[in-house]
Nanobody
């Protein structure tokens, strides 16, 4: 049974940092993209960042997370991380980890999803 389990969310003040973790289990993800998405109520899930298990290539959303957010992976632990610095109140959302083999920024291309972890950034 495939499982993606996120952790590390919480409440942080604007300008603060959090590190999210996503522990993957249940199958081999070598050929998969591992992505982070976020969603606020009433809005579509939006792409934040992605990486690949095999090469470690990284991709970031165009809207300004690059330079503040860092995605990384630990193959030995089957875990993907999202380090988020200089957080802004408008980045309050549920953050989801996902695994898929299609276009890395397309939520519909991901086959497996975690339950999500809430990130709240106070002003």
């Amino acid at each position: 049974q495939v499982q993606l389990v996120e952790s590390g969310g919480g409440l942080v003040q604007a300008g603060g940092s959090l590190r999210l973790s996503c522990a993957a289990s249940g199958r081999t993800f070598t050929s998969y993209n591992m992505g982070w998405f976020r969603q606020t109520r009433g809005k579509e899930r939006e792409f934040v960042a992605a990486t690949t298990w095999s090469s470690g290539s990284v991709y970031y959303a165009y809207y300004g997370v690059k330079g503040r957010f860092t995605i990384s992976r630990d193959n030995a632990k089957n875990t993907v991380y999202l380090r988020m610095n200089s957080l802004k109140p408008e980045e309050t959302a549920v953050y989801y980890c996902a695994a898929g083999v299609g276009p890395y920024s397309d939520a519909s291309a991901y086959d497996y999803w975690g339950q999500g972890t809430q990130v709240t950034v106070s002003s």
